[in-house]
C-alpha cells in the first residue's frame, strides 16, 4: 500500500472518489446487484447528510461525484457503501465448529472491494463539469451501451430527463444549512 497519502477534507469542496472490485471481479455485474449498491448509496446519502452530485455504477467499479458529508468525511461514506454492500451481497452462513474444520475455503475471507480508494478534491467549477461529462460516458466506452442514456446506473438520465433515479441527485434538502449568528 501506499504511504503517506493524504486526503484533503473539512474544506468544503466536492470529492471525485473511485473504488474497484477486489482484483476486478464483477461484484457489481446483475441488475439487481447495481440496484442494491445505489439502494445502499442512497440510505448512506441519507445517514451522512451529503449531496451526490453524480455518479456511474459499473460491473467491477464504480464513481461518485458527491460534496462534503455534514457527518463523517469522504472517506467515511466510502468505507460505508462498501460494507454494507458487502454485507449484503456475500451469503451469511452459520457453519457448525466441524462444518469450519472440513472445509477448505471455511478460514478465507471473501473480499468484494480493493482495500483503498482514489479520491480527487475538485477544486474548481471547470474540473466539476468535467468530471460529470466523464462518469456517464464509462459504460460507452466498455461497450455496456451505445449512449449514456442507456445506463441505468448513472446520474444521466437525471440531467438529461430529471428523473429521479434510485439516489436522489442535487438533493440539497438533505443538508443542515448553519447560520451564524449575527455579529454583536
Not at 462534503?68 to 468505507?79: A, C, F, H, I, L
Request: with cysteine; net charge positive.
Amino acid at each position: 500500500m501506499p504511504t503517506g497519502l493524504k486526503r484533503y477534507y473539512g474544506a468544503g469542496h466536492a470529492h471525485f472518489i473511485t473504488c474497484g472490485s477486489y482484483h476486478r471481479m464483477p461484484w457489481l455485474d446483475t441488475a439487481a446487484r447495481r440496484d442494491l449498491f445505489l439502494t445502499i448509496l442512497e440510505e448512506v446519502r441519507e445517514r451522512c447528510r451529503f449531496v451526490v452530485l453524480g455518479y456511474v455504477v459499473m460491473p467491477d467499479h464504480f464513481h461518485l461525484l458527491i460534496g462534503e458529508p455534514q457527518v463523517g468525511d469522504p472517506s467515511k461514506v466510502t468505507q460505508l457503501v462498501k460494507q454494507i454492500y458487502a454485507q449484503r451481497v456475500i451469503p451469511r452462513t452459520r457453519q457448525t465448529q466441524s462444518d469450519a474444520q472440513n472445509s477448505p475455503s471455511a478460514s478465507k475471507p471473501v473480499h468484494v472491494w480493493e482495500a483503498r480508494f482514489y479520491d480527487f478534491n475538485v477544486w474548481t467549477e471547470q474540473k466539476r463539469v468535467e468530471n460529470l461529462r466523464c462518469i456517464p460516458r464509462n459504460p460507452v466506452k466498455r461497450g455496456l451501451v451505445s449512449e449514456p442514456e442507456k445506463w441505468a446506473w448513472s446520474s444521466f438520465r437525471d440531467y438529461l430527463f430529471g428523473q429521479t433515479g434510485r439516489v436522489r441527485v442535487n438533493d440539497t434538502d438533505i443538508v443542515n444549512m448553519r447560520v451564524r449568528p449575527p455579529a454583536a
